[in-house]
């Protein structure tokens, strides 16, 4: 053939293999092919199953609150929410620009919208959060799917950089629940503040914690001392990682903090712990700029000389692997990180 040709496509996504043309959805982002086995019902819930409920019930309560969503419905959470209230459910497509600008149209007009979106998309909205929403200071929730290492999607699709890019934004509250009873309580707490609110969990299933199902809120900068010991040692916990953390702290017998925000900080701990030999931060989310970062930043700020060892992901793209794995490949797994704080004391 002579001269340009332009061949087009009708791709079908799952052709050939009978399971996946029949479920689009369940096939939508899938790992490494495996033997297709039926399908297991867990006892326990994901944390995108306490959003889909605790909307529900919140919308419920609040007919001024809005869901939107940039065409994941159902990787977010927002099936039942879609069929109970059409009228307050926005799925704006692969559009997350527009996802955010939307939001921010609804609050001017007194509405609360909920943002529903995985970590790594929200960076394409990066200049609307900052002018249309953090700017004005409007009342817009972000319920941040997918935070930090999500498994086999892979680095493209890992939530890594949000605290560090979000914490910069002025009017902004960040939060880190560490299992699903908080990330109730915590989206209460940030769609009743407001102004511009962040909570950002995992991928999958928490610790299988009893979740209360009140729509009850937690003070603002308060963390929680979960182990209280009378060591020169102490851990803050920054999100879905807790498990490692308690496993790290009864190792060394040490003190053992849930910090719940990253913005605002509970600058009265932290001044309260000033005097420890080691303060270790162990977050889900980039080491640089991310949580521990801010709690160097703050001891600086004050001018109080601590020793401080950050945990977090560290400076590379983790591939393709299973959440546990990419847990590993990052040293952010129980022994390595212990291993770690062994050779400073």
């Not at 009850?216 to 916990?237: A, C, M, P, W, Y």
């Not at 700029?289 to 004050?302: I, L, M, R, T, Y």
């Amino acid at each position: 053939m002579k001269g340009r040709s332009f061949c087009i496509l009708l791709l079908k996504k799952g052709a050939g293999l009978d399971p996946a043309e029949a479920d689009r959805i369940g096939f939508h982002a899938i790992g490494k092919i495996k033997p297709v086995a039926k399908k297991q019902n867990s006892s326990k819930p994901k944390y995108q199953d306490i959003f889909s409920e605790w909307v529900v019930d919140m919308a419920t309560e609040d007919e001024s609150l809005y869901a939107i969503t940039p065409a994941m419905r159902e990787g977010s959470g927002l099936v039942e929410f879609s069929r109970k209230f059409p009228e307050r459910y926005f799925d704006v497509a692969i559009a997350e620009q527009h996802a955010v600008t939307f939001a921010a149209g609804l609050a001017v007009e007194d509405k609360k919208p909920i943002v529903a979106i995985y970590s790594t998309f929200l960076q394409r909205a990066y200049d609307q959060l900052i002018h249309d929403v953090a700017l004005q200071n409007l009342d817009v929730t972000f319920a941040i799917d997918r935070a930090g290492l999500v498994g086999e999607d892979g680095p493209t699709h890992s939530g890594n950089y949000d605290l560090a890019y979000l914490r910069c934004i002025p009017n902004m509250i960040i939060m880190t629940p560490s299992n699903e009873n908080e990330t109730r309580k915590l989206l209460s707490t940030g769609y009743k503040y407001e102004g511009p609110a962040a909570i950002r969990y995992p991928r999958g299933t928490g610790p299988n914690i009893q979740i209360d199902k009140d729509l009850e809120t937690l003070e603002i900068g308060k963390s929680n001392l979960v182990i209280n010991k009378d060591s020169e040692i102490i851990i803050l916990n920054f999100g879905a990682l807790m498990d490692v953390s308690k496993n790290v702290a009864e190792k060394l017998d040490c003190s053992l903090a849930d910090m719940r925000f990253v913005k605002p900080l509970d600058a009265k701990f932290l001044k309260k712990i000033h005097d420890k030999k080691l303060i270790v931060t162990i977050e889900d989310g980039s080491r640089f700029g991310g949580a521990g970062s801010a709690v160097q930043e703050w001891f600086a700020d004050n001018n109080l000389n601590v020793t401080i060892k950050s945990f977090g992901i560290p400076d590379v793209f983790i591939e393709h692997a299973s959440r546990d794995e990419m847990i590993r490949m990052a040293s952010l797994n129980g022994d390595a990180i212990f291993d770690q704080i062994k050779k400073l004391i």
